[in-house]
């Protein structure tokens, strides 16, 4: 996949949530969100503890029902199908806290990304190009890991689907920060292979710098989506709707 | 030497061992040790669903007792050869795999585990509802001239071992083969956590229906084979004390592990036998020595090597 030559407004939505509504049992949780991810953007979702951030991730990867509204990847709807099926669209999704197959190995751990999509060695050659700190520690069992390289294994893991969308649940939470330039990197050349990525963040900081879009969500709905140009002349409104 | 190739050579030189064990052991022990063959190998189906997908099921025995009561009815009433009654035993659990597979397979965790227990309890009933043709309780015994198969009679002592060995080798290196495959992957992606294994892309549900019905036709293979190889078909073998074999002898030889299912029954068949040379009370020192290998060795004996010695053990 090679970066697009267009200006990022002027490319079409690759991953498009359209007004979903998600509830957990009688507890609605999404009162419609809406949403666009563009090939080779970085479009963050702020919000504070409980806004519905991580349910917009989760409904995406297919693991929550909607109630209302769908979800299109290139046009296709894909909200409805089964959840398994979501990540051989290629939508590489790295959930919050990591979630690593602690018991096996780091090559284990890559090994079974592989195969839903039957990538071979080339994409896990890709992949550990990218992680050379991983390549070294193959035959390690994963939760003998320090935070970062299990963060980096994670994210190793999803991007063996080659996908065409990347989803990050709060990808720099508790490490150190050589270890969250280095995740910041990693996510920065993704969206220059031309990767559309979707990044939850609480950390307005790590956010700024990387994001091309900024996407608020407050009690399940979203707020409004800027610029982070705009938003880093603008302050303010980080303060309005974040409390910070 | 990669660790496909080593644990290649591992298993060829366990099945040569044993091999070579017929030629030394007493006529007492080599009879023992076609018995945990072939009961290995029903370990090794359990062991395919239980330390490798992660399902704990007690109702095994109803897959167990399906390949046993298939082949059996099939030569006593029906009057087939051996191999053929042996096929329809398989046939026979293959279909109550299927079945209770996808029935089952609508429950998780403990549901599963009591849906598995009540499909087994039913199996059994079923038996004894119907004992005009199975002889209830008692069981039947199958004849001496009924358990020929390619004109080798099967109830003579070395016929049998090397039987029983030629079966348990095709199973555990077929084992060995299928947990290093894709499946056998997508499977151990299953037990460690399922969720993760769907948002990865792996259709979770059929991998387990899988599981159950290989695990269950294993489970068959030994029965009918038991049937075959010891001449006796008995209502015993589709109760929940066959359903809880197979889960201790997992646990304790190593679950997800290929040699431990062999060295779990090994392990509990010498225990109860010595046992009960020195005591009545062989239970007792049965129970005692389990509680032991429970508290200093929780991964069983195969496990614990692989986690503190050996890290290549398949």
């Known amino acids: ?244 | 030497m990669t660790r496909e190739q080593k644990s290649l050579w591992l298993h060829a030189a366990v099945v040569l061992v044993l091999g070579a064990l017929y030629f030394v052991l007493p006529e007492y022990h080599a009879g023992n040790l076609a018995r945990i063959m072939v009961l290995a190998v029903y370990a090794m189906g359990y062991n395919l669903l239980f330390g490798y997908t992660g399902l704990l099921s007690l109702g095994h025995a109803m897959f167990f007792a399906a390949g046993m009561y298939g082949f059996g009815l099939a030569v006593n009433h029906g009057g087939l050869p051996a191999g053929a009654a042996v096929l329809i035993g398989i046939a026979a659990t293959l279909v109550v795999s299927v079945v209770v597979g996808f029935l089952a397979l609508r429950t998780r965790d403990v549901a599963f585990m009591i849906v598995m227990l009540m499909f087994a309890q039913t199996g059994y009933l079923i038996i004894l509802y119907f004992g005009e043709f199975t002889r209830g309780d008692e069981g039947f015994v199958v004849q001496q001239a009924q358990r020929g198969l390619f004109g080798f009679d099967l109830s003579a002592q070395g016929i049998r071992y090397w039987a029983a060995l030629i079966l348990f080798s095709a199973c555990l290196l077929g084992i060995a083969k299928g947990v290093n495959s894709r499946f056998g992957k997508a499977l151990v992606a299953v037990r460690e956590n399922e969720e993760r294994a769907r948002m990865l892309g792996y259709d979770t549900h059929r991998l387990k229906f899988l599981a159950v019905v290989l695990s269950g036709v294993l489970s068959g293979a030994a029965g009918a084979a038991y049937g075959l190889l010891f001449g006796y078909i008995g209502s015993t073998f589709a109760t929940v004390q066959y359903s809880i074999f197979p889960l201790l002898w997992v646990l304790l030889g190593g679950a997800g592990t290929t040699l431990g299912p062999f060295v779990g029954v090994l392990f509990m068949f010498y225990l109860i036998d010595l046992s009960s040379f020195l005591t009545d009370a062989y239970m007792f020192i049965a129970g005692i020595a389990l509680l032991l290998l429970t508290m200093f060795a929780p991964k069983g004996i195969v496990g614990q090597i692989r986690a503190s010695r050996v890290p290549w053990l398949p």
């Open chain 1, 1 to 244: 996949m090679r970066p697009s030559r267009l200006p990022i407004w002027g490319r079409p939505p690759m991953l498009k949530v359209d007004g979903i509504q998600v509830a957990y049992g009688k507890v609605q949780a999404l009162f419609g969100v809406t949403l666009e991810v563009k090939p080779g953007e970085i479009l963050c979702l702020l919000g504070r503890n409980g806004a519905g951030k991580t349910t917009v991730m989760k409904s995406i990867m297919g693991l929550l029902p909607l109630t209302g509204g769908a979800i299109f990847l290139n046009g296709e709807v894909i909200s409805g199908i089964p959840a398994h099926e979501i990540p051989r669209k290629r939508i590489g999704y790295v959930p919050q806290g990591r979630r690593l197959f602690p018991e096996l190995t780091v090559s284990e751990n890559i090994e079974i990304g592989l195969l839903p999509c039957k990538s071979g060695s080339d994409t896990r050659d890709w992949v550990l190009e990218m992680f050379p700190r991983l390549r070294e520690r193959l035959n390690q069992q994963a939760h003998t890991l320090s935070g970062g390289e299990q963060q980096m294994l994670a994210m190793a893991r999803a991007l063996c689907l080659h996908p065409q969308v990347l989803l990050l649940d709060e990808p720099t939470e508790g490490l150190q920060p050589s270890m969250i330039e280095l995740i910041r990197q990693v996510t920065v050349n993704m969206k220059n292979e031309g990767l559309g990525v979707l990044l939850v963040e609480q950390r307005v900081d790590a956010v700024l710098s990387v994001a091309d879009q900024v996407a608020f969500i407050e009690h399940g709905q979203n707020l409004e989506s800027l610029s982070a140009e705009e938003l880093r002349g603008d302050p303010d409104k980080i303060h309005r709707y974040l409390g910070v």
